[in-house]
């Protein structure tokens, strides 16, 4: 029973010690912008960007048009100033409402906007960037990244069908400033797709249950810090990322600590899933609050979700492909 409990306890002492590491960069020390919402710097492009970012696919759920709207305006008003989409979300919709979110009295000029793009060929990617710019009712996107790089030979599909060439090619245009990529299924893709490309920017899943299994935070985390690419964290609550995130119903962590957990990591932003007024303040109110946890802290969370963390259940996106996207799945054949 001491063996036992002495090594879980290094277990975690060696996993804290490496949070703390990573934590000890500046892209964890957020500054206030002074607009309501702390900022971090968006890896080596200059940028700042809210360390919250407003999550496509939820805005999208929401069923009145005119209060995802009023959940938008009220975002960028509060300093959430880092805006989530995808080309895939609500078959368009979730562009076109946050296109027309944008649109009014200059919202534009306050968001830092990012879209992504399903397609792996040259022509699609293309198509793909088309139709966001029209929904999305902008000429230039300041973040377009491909979007859910979650199936092993996506790093060589990218390449080989010409999507990577078509979006530098956009970039050169102006139509698209900065160039990324995200997937939630596994570190090893993520790790096979960071050579193919100087990426500014790096999307994957980050929360305390992701410690224990297929961890993106300890394989992947580190090797885009040393490459300068900026980290964007995702389902801090184990997939959903919104209040009903499965970690929070199945009362694994509350939605305020598995927040707080993604934030202490080194990433710029976190996206989290807003399909309420009361979320926006609940999240908004998290963030500005938020303070590094202490080494007590962090253990303590940890601990809690050790026992339900090791075989994937509440990491369901990883394990299984329910929460892979129906466009990439026929993309591939399933």
Not at 143 to 163: A, C, R
Request: glycine share 10%.
């Amino acid at each position: 029973m001491n063996e036992n409990a002495n090594t879980r306890r290094e277990f975690l002492q060696s996993t804290l010690a490496g949070a703390a590491a990573l934590s000890l960069g500046s892209s964890v020390l957020a500054a206030d912008d002074g607009k309501g919402l702390p900022t971090r710097p968006l890896g080596k492009t200059g940028e700042r960007v809210s360390i919250l970012c407003l999550g496509g696919w939820h805005i999208g759920s929401v069923k009145d048009e005119k209060e995802a709207i009023k959940i938008m305006h009220a975002a960028i008003d509060e300093g959430m100033t880092f805006f989530d989409n995808a080309w895939d979300y609500h078959d368009g919709g979730s562009e076109t409402v946050m296109g027309k979110a944008l649109a009014m009295e200059g919202k534009r000029k306050k968001v830092f906007l990012m879209t992504k793009n399903c397609a792996r060929d040259g022509k699609g990617t293309r198509q793909h960037l088309e139709d966001s710019l029209k929904r999305l009712q902008t000429d230039v996107i300041d973040l377009w990244q491909f979007h859910e790089i979650n199936y092993d030979n996506d790093p060589e599909w990218i390449v080989e069908k010409g999507g990577l060439a078509e979006a530098l090619k956009a970039q050169k245009e102006g139509k698209v400033r900065f160039i990324g990529f995200t997937g939630h299924k596994d570190p090893h893709i993520h790790l096979k797709m960071l050579p193919k490309h100087k990426w500014d920017t790096v999307q994957m899943p980050i929360n305390a249950c992701d410690n224990f299994y297929r961890s993106f935070a300890k394989q992947v985390v580190p090797e885009a810090a040393k490459l300068g690419i900026g980290v964007i964290g995702m389902k801090s609550l184990g997939g959903g990322d919104s209040h009903k995130g499965r970690l929070v119903a199945e009362k694994v962590v509350t939605a305020e600590e598995g927040r707080k957990y993604a934030l202490n990591q080194p990433i710029a932003s976190l996206v989290v899933g807003i399909d309420g007024m009361d979320i926006l303040k609940q999240d908004v109110a998290i963030a500005r609050n938020f303070k590094p946890l202490t080494d007590a802290e962090a253990k303590a969370i940890l601990a809690k979700v050790e026992p339900h963390a090791g075989d994937g259940r509440h990491e369901r996106f990883k394990s299984t492909q329910v929460f892979d996207g129906p466009y990439h799945q026929k993309q591939h054949g399933f």
